[in-house]
T-cell receptor, first 112, second 115 residues
């Protein structure tokens, strides 16, 4: 069956450290993979997109990697801050229809 | 504010009542999506419009749900004969014509509680 998995447990990270979140998928061939941030009671906000032929993408303190062999994307936040605390969602775009396929998200808590 | 707006933000209703949500997308975006999200889960696709045409609808969507986008601008999502299982956050998103990023811009959502 087709599945997307993100760490279901909350991730607690000390301020200033690098937070690494994982998105694993099976039985999909995504053309693109997107990462979103969602704060409680708010809609998701787009952060980064990485294409299937890209290994890595960076934006300020954010870095995303994409390994289509392992069927995995890693999302890194360097020099983490308490304001980075939120739920982070990954979403696959197979370009075969109009839907994004979403993971359940990982809650990240940055402790001061 | 030129982002996606949704109304109402919160709706409490009794089981069996009908509810309607409205979404105003970013004005130059011709693509509009409705998603449903429950606590601890990712957004679940409901339906997609390109301009006024409803091009895709989730098979999970019962016939109690209907969505419209007259004139290709705002959209409404109606739920008839609400059930407690309909309690969720209903998210609207819009995007530009298929670009390289496919980035979605979400509204703040409409939270529905069915008693």
């Amino acid at each position: 069956s087709q599945k997307i998995e993100q760490n279901s447990e909350a991730l607690n990270i000390q301020e200033g450290k690098t937070a690494t979140l994982t998105c694993n998928y099976t039985n999909y061939s995504p053309a693109y993979l997107q990462w979103y941030r969602q704060d409680p009671g708010r809609g998701p906000v787009f952060l980064l997109l990485i294409r299937e032929n890209e290994k890595e993408k960076r934006k300020e303190r954010l870095k995303v990697t994409f390994d289509t062999t392992l069927k995995q994307s890693l999302f890194h936040i360097t020099a983490s801050q308490p304001a980075d605390s939120a739920t982070y969602l990954c979403a696959l775009d197979t370009r075969s229809n109009y839907q994004l396929i979403w993971g359940a998200g990982t809650k990240l808590i940055i402790k001061p | 504010d030129t982002g996606v707006s949704q109304d109402p933000r919160h709706k409490i209703t009794k089981r069996g009542q009908n509810v309607t949500f409205r979404c105003d997308p970013i004005s130059e975006h011709n693509r509009l999506y409705w998603y449903r999200q429950t606590l601890g889960q990712g957004p679940e696709f409901l339906t997609y419009f390109q301009n006024e045409a409803q091009l895709e609808k989730s098979r999970l969507l019962s016939n109690r749900f209907s969505a419209e986008r007259p004139k290709g601008s705002f959209s409404t999502l109606e739920i008839q004969r609400t059930e407690q299982g309909d309690s969720a956050m209903y998210l609207c998103a819009s995007s530009q014509p298929r670009t390289d990023t496919g980035e979605l811009f979400f509204g703040e959502g409409s939270r529905l509680t069915v008693l």
